[in-house]
């Protein structure tokens, strides 16, 4: 029988281990599961139904009209989809999209001023609150932003584009730096 091929998060290397420093940190998050679903159901009612399918700590963050990205850092069982699966029949549809994501925490007192550097969305806390989330370009990257806390930030992006988009907050990272010591020194 030949060799099945195997799961090895993408940005699983040394080079990825997190960066913190000057009020800002980027970490690869773990590779659990990411679930697209598309219908007319309501955030509270798919809210009951993960619960019932076991995924009760999954977050919903709106991906479009009547779409939905439910991610979570666990695992999926498939158990656990199908449940989920046949209790939306009728209602909505779900895809796994858990091998063809990534995610990517951005923390930090400097990090609105990171992401400002490659994004148009308003990030302020009174228009952007905690649990709001954009689809939008960071660069010339396709995004998915979502406010985790006052000064966090989750991006979930296409796998083939993790490394790339890693290699870009990195960059701009130091350009956020050099930008937040300049306005430090200005009288």
Known sequence: MPDLPQHRPVLSDARYNG?????????????????????????????????????????IRKAGFRQWFVAGNAPL?????????AALAGKAVVMDQSHGRVRIGVSGRSSRLLLSKGTVVDLDP?????????MTMLGHIS??????????????????????????LTHMA??????????LSLP
């Open 19 to 59: 960066m913190s420093g000057s009020g800002l940190g980027l970490e690869a998050l773990p590779e659990g599961h990411l679930l697209h679903v598309l219908g007319a159901i309501e955030p509270p009612a798919l809210a009951a139904e993960l619960a019932k399918a076991g995924l009760a700590n999954s977050s």
């Open 126 to 134: 009174t228009v952007f609150p905690e649990g709001e989330s954009a």
């Open 143 to 168: 995004v998915q932003i979502v406010r985790t806390g006052d000064d966090s930030f989750e991006l979930t992006v296409l796998r083939s584009f993790a490394e790339s988009l890693w290699d870009e």
């Open 174 to 183: 130091a350009s956020a730096e050099k930008d937040s010591v300049s306005r």
């Open 77 to 85: 069982s498939s158990v656990s989809l199908d449940a989920l699966a």
